[in-house]
């Protein structure tokens, strides 16, 4: 009779035991720890994201509210306007992605509860089972006579240690029902966190909606304020046109000027070299060679030119925003920014030429090895021709319009071949 109890007992403490340990794997499994150390990185990158869209809208809109406060309906408001409108799009997109985050967890959450839920009620149900076992146990023999009516020593010591291990699977029983139900009141905690970080994303959207709508609309109005002044526009195409192709060949006179140089000054050194005289090699070819590397492996991470403000024109080909069949060309970039900004010089190198160009007021080119960077539409220069200059130095400020718009134009050169500045310049 006790042997057939001892067995029977032993069998059931050893089903629970074994559904326990596959019901811990089958947890572990399914909440996928990498998974959520995914969906984390995940919301953090576009919190990120958030940060600098919303510091860039509040760039734009302090630059808008100077250039209002002066005078409406100008082609850079428009430019600016669309920028904006963009960059209004791209933060609502962000939104949406971080919607789609926070509703991936807290569909995992609402899981890993409806997980720790079903351990609980299965390690209760087990529970129960364990003391039930204990209880009929109880009837049916004394623990003390079933220990003693032991038939050898060795039958004694499996009883004792039966029964240690069936105390303790109890009291393991009990804690882990205590951890699940800490685990689960925690998980309970993050879901309501995050529905309530849902609700916070869907007001941010609605909110940006709705300030995407109004700009759409302020949009639409400077359309169509700047459509009537067609005229007016085409000669202002016509004059930037001018003005650009000035610009373009400055700066080619100015690089041809310092290609020629330095072929002379090679030949100069080869006929010091073939006349054995003892002479020291020049050290402005191996200090240009080592600047030209570092301009060109510091891409899209050299600083602008201005501290704040936004790409208003950008380079390349593109349509018109008001005029229909007509196109505009840009060999660099226009950053409109605050009135009286510093303009800094964006990497290190030396002054090689300052001059006035008709509509772009000051400009100054700074070689940088066998790189250019050209910096116009100043209103005062604080540099001078051959001067050394080192990343963030300020060689001058921004003119304003008669538009209140303040707007630099900066171009990249790496020789005559003229290069988008946009893929150099670090990103906002």
């Not at 003693?148 to 069936?166: G, H, N, P």
């Not at 006929?271 to 240009?288: R, V």
Request: net charge positive; with cysteine; charged share 25%.
């Amino acid at each position: 009779m006790t042997h057939s109890v001892f067995h029977i007992t032993f069998k059931s403490g050893a089903h629970a035991c074994c559904f326990f340990l596959f019901f811990l794997f089958v947890l572990g499994f399914l909440n996928h720890p990498q998974a959520y150390a995914q969906i984390t990185a995940d919301r953090a990158e576009l919190e990120k994201a958030k940060e600098a869209i919303q510091k860039r809208l509040r760039e734009f809109d302090s630059v808008l509210k100077r250039t209002t406060n002066e005078k409406r309906n100008s082609l850079s408001e428009l430019r600016a306007v669309i920028q904006k409108l963009e960059t209004r799009e791209s933060y609502i997109a962000t939104l949406n992605k971080e919607l789609r985050v926070v509703n991936l967890e807290i569909k995992q959450t609402s899981n890993q509860i409806k997980q720790l839920e079903d351990e609980l009620e299965t390690l209760k149900e087990e529970y129960a089972e364990m003391i039930y076992t204990s209880y009929k146990l109880n009837q049916g023999i004394n623990l003390i006579t079933f220990i003693f009516s032991s038939a050898t020593f060795k039958q004694f010591y499996m009883r004792l240690r039966y029964l240690k291990q069936y105390s303790d699977a109890r009291k393991k029983q009990v804690e882990r029902m205590e951890m699940v139900g800490l685990d689960l009141t925690k998980k309970q905690k993050e879901l309501e966190g995050q529905r309530a970080d849902q609700l916070a994303v869907l007001q941010q959207e609605q909110e940006q909606k709705e300030a995407l709508a109004a700009l759409k609309t302020e949009q639409q109005q400077l359309v169509n304020s700047l459509s009537q002044r067609e005229e007016e526009l085409k000669k202002e195409i016509a004059a930037t046109k001018k003005q650009q192709e000035e610009l373009n060949q400055l700066i080619k006179r100015v690089i041809e000027e310092e290609m020629r140089l330095a072929k002379a000054a090679e030949k100069v050194e080869e006929k010091k070299e073939s006349a054995d005289t003892p002479t020291e090699k020049l050290p402005a070819a191996p200090k240009s060679a080592a600047l030209s590397a570092s301009f060109a492996s510091n891409r899209g991470n050299i600083p602008w030119p201005v501290e704040s403000g936004f790409i208003s024109k950008r380079y390349g080909t593109f349509p018109h925003p008001t005029l229909k069949g007509i196109t505009e060309t840009n060999d660099g970039v226009d950053i409109q920014t605050n009135n009286n900004a510093q303009v800094k010089a964006v990497f290190a190198g030396v002054v090689t030429k300052i001059t006035t160009v008709p509509g772009m007021g000051g400009t100054i080119i700074i070689k940088h090895g066998d790189f250019y960077t050209m910096y116009s539409r100043l209103k005062t220069i604080s540099v001078k021709s051959g001067q050394e200059v080192n990343t963030s130095t300020t060689i001058g400020t921004v003119y304003t319009d008669k538009d209140g718009v303040s707007a630099l134009h900066f171009q990249t050169w790496k020789g005559l071949q003229v290069m988008d500045p946009s893929i150099w310049l670090s990103s906002k």
